[in-house]
């Protein structure tokens, strides 16, 4: 049999070689970014035989539907895949002699214990969709199950962004809670506003600058630092102004009222009237 081609971090990594476990948004991004820095990738597993053709295509790589198709030859095992099938497929793969990796930030490394010797996490603090070509500038959150392995995936990690960092189960549990929090909740409260925009017929695109501004705000002071708007200062008829339009949007209005008593519990001194910022 074929040995695997030596993975080793502190060469150009062009002549490793990969195997894609998953097609979709990150798989795609991530393959494209290891393809750009000269890695060979081998094969590209999808249980849909077309979008594993479609990403193989582009990489020029070997499309496989079957789980059973992978070849041992491969140095590196990427499993881009949605978290909950990652049970299901680790459990299938005996790749004793490569380093596989999952992407997954809720998803314990051990999960693939019986995998390889060798495995741990590479995960991306950024939502990626299919067009993106580069992960520059993203956190890439790495972990492995010895030192010497979280070496290596932090050494992979640099292919794709200079930001790297070490976290192990817990902390990237709880930072990946944290990215819905501060990320995928603050999108849904877009996705809210900008459905009453286009009852109302307002353009969403009016909010831009302050989305922006508010974003920006907290790159350089603490968000307790930043928060402004009527819950903040304790402005009860600007508060009862904006629920009584949200009448004819139930769920928008809980949400609202939610947010509101949160903000009012920690600038209670606002509420008092204390201050008139």
Known sequence: MEKSTTYNPDNSFQHAT???????NLATVMGRVLHDHGLQIRQVYSPTLLNAKL?????GAEAISDIASLDSKSALYLLAVKDDALPAIAAKLTLSNSLVIHTAGSVSKDILHNAATRYGVLWPVKMVRKHMQTLSGSTMVAD???REVTREIEGLGKLFSSNVVCAGDHQRLQMH???SLTANFSNHLYHLAAEICEKEQLSFSLFYDIITQSANSITTAHPRDTQAGPAFRGDDS??????????????????YEVMTESIQKYYPTKKQGVTTD
Do not use: F, Q, R
């Open 144 to 146: 492995g199950n010895t």
């Open 238 to 255: 600007t508060i009862k102004k904006h629920l009584s339009l949200l009448k004819d949007y139930p769920e928008t209005k809980h949400i």
């Open 55 to 59: 990403l193989a295509n582009e990489l």
């Open 177 to 179: 809670m944290l990215a």
């Open 18 to 24: 990969v195997t894609l476990i998953g097609s979709g």
